[in-house]
């Protein structure tokens, strides 16, 4: 009962000094919750990732009917005009130690190279025709359908399809296992690269207009609690 009595009135003395009524060192407003997500009384860094959950709009998910990956154009389209298709663009991105086939000045077609796999966290040999290495989209294509992407024009949905931020070059069992689940539903086995693949995610959305549902939301918020100052990708 006493140590009741002692901590209520600990309460109140604090909140008087708060209020600045009483000088008392060592007492701190929470009495105002942190609306993202964070510890009450803080709040996401600006132009952090964790802030930019909060611009996302929430809805619920809308029905996958009429999706096929057609209604995103056609598969690795060059869409920035420099003469390479958009695949080859996130494997001269991502691998290191590549080679070229001798056409189109040497620098276009990748035909092997070494990728260290943000998913699994482990190296692999990339040889084109024989890979195991995907282009993985971060908001997957059905997952963008079904949250705003099947109300958009042929055009947005090709530039998103083929938007270098919304592309990972990944191990491919990963990628299928993740299929178009979103943050509430999969994240990568590497758990030290959870924070950047949220923030891709969240980048992508913010881009685009695509929605989240709540749940997705709170798991994003969850993952960038772990990291507050990640940044938003760039590229």
């Not at 260290?116 to 989209?137: A, C, E, L, N």
């Not at 042929?154 to 979103?182: E, Y």
């Amino acid at each position: 009962m006493y140590e009741r009595g002692a901590r209520s009135a600990r309460i109140l003395l604090c909140g008087l000094a708060v209020a600045g009524l009483l000088g008392i060192a060592g007492c701190k407003d929470t009495t105002q919750p942190g609306s993202n997500g964070n510890a009450p009384g803080k709040s996401a860094p600006g132009g952090s990732a964790l802030a930019a959950v909060d611009t996302l709009t929430v809805k619920g998910r809308a029905p996958k009917t009429g999706y096929t990956r057609e209604k995103f154009g056609k598969s690795w389209v060059d869409t920035d005009h420099n003469g390479c298709g958009t695949r080859d663009d996130i494997l001269k991105r991502d691998l290191t130690g590549k080679t070229f086939r001798a056409e189109q000045g040497g620098d276009c077609v990748v035909t092997s190279g070494t990728l260290d796999d943000p998913y699994t966290g482990q190296k692999i040999t990339y040889t084109r025709g024989k890979s195991k290495v995907d282009i993985d989209h971060a908001v997957a294509l059905s997952d963008a359908w079904q949250k705003g992407a099947g109300q958009w024009t042929d055009d947005k949905r090709v530039q998103f399809a083929n938007d270098p931020t919304n592309l990972i070059a990944a191990d491919a069992s990963a990628n299928r296992a993740k299929g178009d689940g979103d943050a509430a539903t999969w994240l990568p086995p590497n758990k030290g690269y959870r924070c950047e693949y949220v923030a891709r995610q969240v980048a992508v959305k913010k881009k685009y207009g695509v929605w989240v549902t709540a749940a997705e939301k709170d798991a994003m918020r969850k993952q960038l609690n772990t990291c507050p100052t990640q940044k938003l990708p760039t590229s």
